[in-house]
């Protein structure tokens, strides 16, 4: 007991600071709070936009819960058929891409020089947002769906090449090297021994992009790549906010039913 | 029939796994390879059909150098030789009949093989092979519904529905248990056999390959250091293999389990 110095039998505790140096310490929180102060300064708040804004969303809410699905129900049919039309297509294109390129992202069973490659495509399609290729392919091939559908099948290779690539470099190796031992090829190899251990996945992943892809076809229409987004951003223009409604209505009951539909496939596969 | 000359292999982690080895193995031979994990037995029997690509060192089927052929040629020579495995290795989710019916692939064209339309003979020879190692009513199965035992079985049709002149087997007992390992054992080496097939046979389980095996290799860190009949394992030698251990008491409690084992089957 003799070895207890401390004059008292409470020590004190506490966690230290992340700056040790007071001085920067409170430098950078004061820096801070300045920076704030002036950023916030210079955002000039126009008083009499906001309340025109308010207003015209005032209207936008008001028509939405009127919304008229008559008067431009034409319009309205064409651009859906032509959105879930983009979205088959380009969800279809985007598989057919996606397995060869998945495969050669798949660093077990390529060389390197393909393997390379294909990541290389797959982060390409990664790095740009889907509006931001819409936009090319719009001035490319000019407004319309081919456009969307370019851009939703591009897109598409970088979700399910990738995923596919990284289920692939997962499989169990054994199998594989067991197939090869038989003598059989590359492509043999690959039906065989590696296409069975993902194919339900593969699946899975395809009808998952499908909503996606819905649900995508009609922000690209906005930037002109047809389908159902273009038909709003028509309506928008003209200040129909009661039809815009319609339409919002029927994209919200269309992607809410493909989702129901692709969680029961998904659960179904596995 | 095959020969290997001073196979050496170096792993790029810097693991020499063989160092030197050379084997001779006759027409219709079944050897025994035995020796501690990380002897390199696997090491050795992959590099025969090149699996594993050797260091240096030259391997012979018959009068092809099969460490100097090309991809292409590589493929065909492997047609002639099966592979059996530890873990099995069969594609889980196909059936026991396109299992063994992947034996063929080095065989049949990319769409033959794609729609499974493999020549009637293959599938005969398919139905015959699944008899024979006692599946005729699991064909259309999946292979993750089978047992062990079972697997391996599919694993055997497999490598002999290539119809191999050689056959290359890496512990093809060691998840099983002590029962079904000798039913295995004992299919394996009857068939090769009835084929006369040339056979090496990874194993750690030095009384089931004394029980099948006429011709004994013990491989130790890489090197030969035994070569010879069954009965010639002493326990000097089997010290020199293993590492010192009181052999004579293991030995002893095997053989008081063989007959009970006998009996049971
Ligand atoms: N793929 C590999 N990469 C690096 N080293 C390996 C590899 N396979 C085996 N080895 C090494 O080679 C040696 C022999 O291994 P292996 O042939 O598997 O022996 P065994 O089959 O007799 O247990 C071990 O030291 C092991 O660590
Ligand atoms: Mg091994």
Redesign the pocket.
């Known amino acids: 007991m003799a070895e207890i110095t401390s004059p008292s039998p409470y020590r004190r505790w506490r966690k230290p600071p992340l700056i040790k140096n007071p001085w920067l310490r409170w430098g950078v929180v004061i820096g801070a709070l300045v920076y704030l102060a002036l950023a916030i300064s210079s955002v000039s708040v126009d008083s009499a936009r906001i309340a025109r804004g308010l207003e015209r969303g005032g209207r936008m809410i008001a028509a939405f819960l009127q919304p008229d699905f008559v008067s431009r129900w034409d319009d309205i049919q064409i651009g859906v058929l032509e959105s879930l039309t983009m979205t088959v297509v380009s969800t279809i294109a985007g598989v057919l891409l996606s397995v060869p390129i998945g495969l050669g992202a798949a660093r077990n069973i390529v060389p390197t020089p393909i393997y390379l490659i294909c990541r290389g495509i797959i982060t390409l399609s990664r790095t740009f947002q889907e509006v931001v290729i819409a936009i090319v392919f719009v001035v490319m091939f000019g407004f319309g769906p081919l456009a969307g559908v370019c851009t939703l099948a591009f897109a598409t290779i970088g979700f399910l090449a990738k995923l596919l690539a990284e289920d692939i470099e997962e499989i169990d190796p054994a199998p594989l090297e067991a197939i090869r031992a038989t003598g059989a090829g590359w492509l043999k190899t690959i039906t065989y021994a590696v296409m069975p251990q993902v194919s339900a996945r593969l699946v899975g992943l395809s009808v998952y992009r499908f909503d996606i892809n819905l649900r995508e076809s009609a922000i690209v229409g906005i930037v002109g790549a047809g389908g159902i987004g273009s038909t709003l951003q028509t309506t928008f223009n003209r200040y129909d906010y009661d039809v815009a409604g319609a339409i919002l209505i029927i994209i919200i009951t269309l992607v809410m039913m493909t989702e129901l539909v692709s969680a029961q496939i998904r659960k179904r596969l596995q | 029939m095959l020969r290997i000359e001073q196979l050496v292999k170096r792993?790029?982690?810097g693991?020499t796994?063989l160092r030197g080895v050379s084997l001779s193995v006759a027409e219709g031979q079944v050897v025994a390879l035995i020796?501690p994990?990380?002897?390199?037995?696997?090491?050795?029997i992959r590099c025969v059909n090149r699996l594993v690509e050797p260091t240096s060192g030259k391997i012979w089927l018959r009068d092809t150098e099969i460490t100097a052929l090309h991809p292409r040629q590589l493929r065909r020579i492997r047609r002639r030789i099966g592979m059996i495995f530890q873990e099995y290795a069969l594609v889980e989710r196909l059936s026991v009949m396109e299992n063994v019916l992947s034996g063929r692939l080095g065989y049949v064209n990319f769409w033959q093989s794609w729609f499974r339309r493999f020549p009637q003979t293959d599938i005969d020879q398919a139905f015959t092979l699944l008899d024979r190692v006692g599946l005729s009513d699991f064909i259309d199965k999946r292979a993750d519904e089978l047992s062990g035992g079972q697997r391996q079985r599919v694993g055997i049709a497999r490598a002999l529905i290539q119809s191999p002149d050689l056959l290359l087997v890496d512990e093809p007992t060691a998840s099983l248990d002590p029962k079904t390992s000798r039913q295995i054992m004992r299919l394996i080496t009857e068939l090769a056999r009835e084929r006369g097939l040339a056979v090496i046979i990874?194993i750690h389980d030095v009384p089931l390959a004394q029980m099948f095996v006429q011709r004994i290799v013990g491989?130790r860190a890489g090197e030969i250091v035994y070569d010879g009949p069954p009965d010639g394992l002493t326990p000097d030698r089997l010290s020199e293999i293993y590492g010192a251990e009181d052999w004579g008491a293991s030995q002893a409690t095997t053989a008081e389990q063989e007959p009970s084992l006998t009996a049971q089957e």
Not at chain 2, 37 to 44: Q, R
């Open positions: 792993y790029p982690t693991d796994a020796g994990s990380g002897a390199g037995k696997s090491t050795l990874n491989l």
